[in-house]
């Protein structure tokens, strides 16, 4: 339990990083997507929603392979204007997705910190029962202890008798 309590206090300040941020992705849907609640997209909603804002050839496997001409591709011929709003329109793109996977990532860390809240859970019933168990322990060592005593006193009480019953033998002849 104590090794329990030593992650959950290393970790309560970088999940309370992540509840203020994830408050503020939420408010910043709420702005620009009304009614559309990012905490209940299902898992690859996001990527999806990424994949139609940004041109497909990012999402190639072999993008970096290509880069160089790529880049020529969006380069060739234009002035510095021209370089200037491809570039912000590229970081645009770069916002997108990283959007899109901010929101992925809020929507499958509900499911890690349900079950670290399921794991606290269960430890502190395994605690409860584990105490219950050395209450159980105790009682029957009790219990054992009353049961030894009882049981040699009614052996010396089966000996005084069988004792009187001798001596009301010998005493009736």
Avoid at 24 to 46: I, M
Avoid at 60 to 83: H, I, N, P, R, V
Avoid at 134 to 155: F, I, Y
Wanted: glycine share 4%; hydrophobic share 40%.
């Amino acid at each position: 339990k104590a090794d329990v309590q030593k992650y959950i206090d290393s970790v309560h300040d970088v999940y309370e990083r992540f509840i203020r941020d994830r408050q503020s992705l939420e408010a910043f849907d709420a702005q620009h997507h009304p009614g559309s609640p990012a905490a209940r997209a299902s898992q690859g909603e996001p990527f999806l929603a990424a994949v139609q804002a940004v041109p497909a050839q990012f999402f190639q496997e072999g993008f970096f392979d290509t880069w160089d001409d790529l880049f020529k591709q969006y380069c060739k011929d234009q002035s510095a204007d021209e370089l200037y709003e491809q570039i912000d329109q590229l970081n645009k793109n770069l916002d997108v997705v990283e959007l899109q996977l901010l929101r992925e990532v809020a929507s499958r860390s509900d499911s890690f910190f349900q079950a670290a809240a399921t794991l606290q859970d269960l430890l502190a019933m395994l605690g409860g029962s584990v105490s219950n168990i050395r209450v159980q322990r105790q009682t029957l060592a009790t219990a054992d202890e009353h049961l030894c005593s009882t049981a040699g006193a009614v052996k010396g009480l089966q000996a005084r008798r069988a004792n009187l019953q001798a001596t009301l033998e010998i005493t009736k002849v």
